[in-house]
């Protein structure tokens, strides 16, 4: 449905449950899947449908809860339901407080915040279907091989819904009904509100239960329908761990393969995660292992993987990146980065630069052309261009108390394990040779060095570690030289003639 047309006059999402059987200190329906809190997925498919006003009943966790869902969507009302149990008590504190702005006239949409695979798409067709038959209830039905536990649809012997029996008030006969009823409804509101006024408790539940309205739609005369889809996973919900993995690795196979339509290689869907947040460019290649969530944009090229993880990362044109944990970073184009590098947030790669392996940024922000290309950590920093960055260097900005800036120019070359002291500066085009501890600001053009010269403790081992292997090395080693020593003549004090 375009952002044009004019949706239905109201959705309302349940999302009261307590969700005991995930086991969880977090509600139910704020766990995650593709990136994504169930009830977030819930509100997206009802804000696709373009409808007058949105309705969220929360009871469990109500503030913690209703908080998330106005991060989601600040313009939803958020409803709390009362003391009194029931899908169909839910339905009707929602409408009332609908009504309270402003009667609700045409079609409400019901659905839950615990089925996070349905689509807009499936709801537009359960509008359109509601509405071009003038239906007083339409009803979105699935059949299932396993129907446990889910309302079974009763039909007449012409196929009309005659209603739904809840699975614990069914009887065995009733049972053995594969068609299931999935709780998502399409009403019109008129008849919606009259029949809720005769919903009782008198069930063996003792709740108020919203399926009871077909009956009673169809008792006043209305036409109640159904729209019955051969899309289980779009009526599935999630109520416990199990569930929730099934429809979290069935809603990342839908999206790669969404992806692999779009014209990117996902070379191992089964060992590939995708969050439905994130962007891939055509030609895009993705290696086994590779895991990407939150806002990550990979462009066009880029190859990432395998053994990947990024999260909020900003992947260049035709950059690689390989066996790198990355996240709030950017990447760019035709850049390079890993293997076994840690990407922390705040690193930017300039166009063309290089992150080696065993390397660590925070951030630091790197130029066009600049290479870290081994065993470092850079943080707090800001390198220039076409910069070269030695082996095992690493920028000290942490004095205990505060962190401080690092600034190194372009075309600067650092020899390996050069330590920079923050704050410190370095200008364009110098040098450091290597072992140097940088603790002043270096000149533009020069060479720094601070190692004292080397001295050699000849005989030292032997001196002081006899026994040992390297002592009996050393002394094999020096054998052919004691031997050619010349020997010294004795001392006048000591001959015949000295006495």
């Keep these: ?49 373009n409808p007058q006003r949105l309705a969220l009943v929360v009871r469990h966790e109500r503030d ?5 869902i106005s991060t989601q969507d600040p313009e939803a009302l958020i409803v709390d339901q009362d003391d009194v149990p029931g899908t169909g008590r839910a339905v009707e504190v929602a ?5 309270a702005q402003g009667d609700v006239t045409g079609t409400v949409v019901v659905t839950y915040g615990d089925v996070p695979l349905l689509t807009g798409e499936l709801l537009g067709e359960l509008v359109s279907t509601h509405e071009s038959q003038g239906n007083a209830v ?25 209603g739904i029996r809840e699975h614990k008030d069914a009887s065995e006969e009733e049972r053995s009904i594969r068609e299931i009823n999935s709780g998502i409804y399409a009403f019109d509101a008129a008849v919606l509100r009259t029949s809720l006024e005769s919903v009782t408790t008198d069930n063996a539940q003792g709740e108020m ?11 006043a005369g209305g036409r109640v329908a159904a729209v019955v889809t051969t899309d289980r996973w779009q009526v599935e919900g999630a109520n416990d761990r199990i569930q ?53 944009t990979v462009a066009r090229d880029a190859v990432v993987g395998p053994d990947t993880t990024l999260t909020d990362v900003n992947v260049g044109e035709g950059a690689k990146v390989v066996r790198t944990h990355g996240s709030g970073s950017t990447i760019g184009a035709k850049a390079s980065v890993g293997p076994f590098t840690y990407l922390r947030p705040g690193t930017v ?59 190194i120019g372009s075309g600067v070359r650092t020899g390996s394990n050069t330590v920079f002291v923050a704050p410190v500066t370095v200008g364009d085009g110098a040098y450091s040779g290597a072992g140097a501890v940088i603790r002043k600001d270096v000149p533009a053009g020069a060479l720094a060095l601070n190692v004292a010269a080397q001295r050699n403790a000849e005989g030292w ?11 009996r090395l050393a002394e094999a080693a020096l054998e052919p030289r004691l031997a050619a020593a010349p020997t010294s003549s004795p001392s006048p004090a000591t001959t015949e003639e000295g006495k």
Aim: proline share 2%; glycine share 12%.
């Design 138 to 162: 339409t009803v979105l039905t699935a059949v299932l091989d396993d129907a446990t536990g889910y309302g079974r649809i009763l039909r007449a012997e012409d196929g009309t819904v005659l």
């Design 349 to 407: 790669l300039g166009e063309t630069g290089k992150i080696g392996a065993f390397y660590e940024t925070k951030n630091v922000t790197i130029g066009r052309g600049s290479k870290l290309s081994h065993l470092g950590y850079a943080g707090d920093a800001e390198i220039g261009e076409d910069t070269n960055i030695g082996c095992g260097n690493i920028t000290a900005n942490y004095d205990g108390e505060k962190k401080h800036r690092t600034v």
């Design 244 to 296: 929730l993995s099934a429809l979290g690795a069935e809603h990342n196979r839908r999206i790669i393969e969404s992806w692999m339509r779009a014209g990117v290689t996902v070379v191992d869907p089964a060992t590939t995660w995708i969050d439905s947040t994130v962007t891939l460019d055509e030609d895009v290649r993705l290696l086994p292992n590779t895991q990407l969530h939150g806002s990550t």
């Design 95 to 99: 409408l009332k407080a609908l009504d």
């Design 461 to 471: 081992v032997l001196a002081n570690r006899e026994g040992s292997v390297s002592a």
């Design 64 to 68: 913690r809860v209703a908080g998330h």
């Design 1 to 49: 449905m375009s952002p044009e047309t004019t949706g239905p006059a109201a959705v309302i999402v349940l999302a009261a449950g307590a969700g005991t059987r995930m086991k969880s200190r977090t509600p139910k329906i704020l766990h995650e899947i593709g990136g994504r809190s169930m009830v977030g997925h819930a509100i997206l498919a009802a804000r696709s449908l």
């Design 209 to 219: 239960y919203l399926t009871d309205v077909l009956g009673l739609a169809r008792d």
